[in-house]
């Protein structure tokens, strides 16, 4: 009887450090994947900071300011979460996905005048690769804070997306 017993309470802590490890290590949870989001969201914000400064409109100045900051919130939940389970980003990570093309091609806008066309555009196109990979990362998480977080980034990011591609281009 005694056996019985303690090969039950054996069973109970494995079955307890089972389900304590799946919720700890949920699959589609890999920091990199996070990781690879919170550098898209460093290059939105990076792209709307410079519209907010080079833009001619104040259509697309506003817009630009709701993108930055509207991004900049749902990055510091993701940066918050990976924290907390142990991912801590630098800058030198955060920038890794920095393009060099839409500096160039920005900066080409400028000089023909057409700088608020091209950053709505670059901003639409950054926007629709972000909400697709939100959605992945949320199809493939099983941790239901986190599907929270990205559900509120997806909104968001979709809200702004709308903004960007019914915004008057001047």
């Known amino acids: 009887l005694r056996l019985l017993i303690g090969i039950g309470g054996i069973a109970v802590v494995l079955i307890v450090a089972a389900v304590v490890l799946t919720s ?3 699959k589609g949870e890999s920091p990199e994947s996070l990781t690879s989001i919170v550098q ?13 400064q080079q833009s001619t409109s104040d259509t697309t100045k506003n817009l630009a300011y709701n993108i930055d ?11 918050s979460y990976l924290a907390a ?12 996905k920095q393009d060099a093309k839409t500096d160039t091609l920005l900066a080409n806008a400028k000089a023909t005048s057409t700088y ?17 990979d939100l959605q992945k990362a949320f199809d493939t998480t099983s941790s239901l804070e986190l599907k929270k977080i990205l559900k509120q980034n997806y909104q968001a990011g979709k809200t702004l997306l709308a903004q960007a591609s019914t915004a008057p281009v001047q």
């Open 24 to 26: 700890v290590f949920a």
């Open 40 to 52: 898209q969201q460093q290059e939105i914000v990076r792209i709307a900071t410079l519209g907010e």
């Open 69 to 79: 900051l509207s991004v900049s919130t749902s990055q510091s939940q993701l940066v």
């Open 85 to 96: 389970r142990g991912t801590k980003l630098d800058e030198k990570q955060l920038v890794l």
């Open 116 to 132: 608020d066309s091209a950053l709505n555009k670059v901003l639409v196109a950054q926007l629709q690769t972000y909400l697709s």
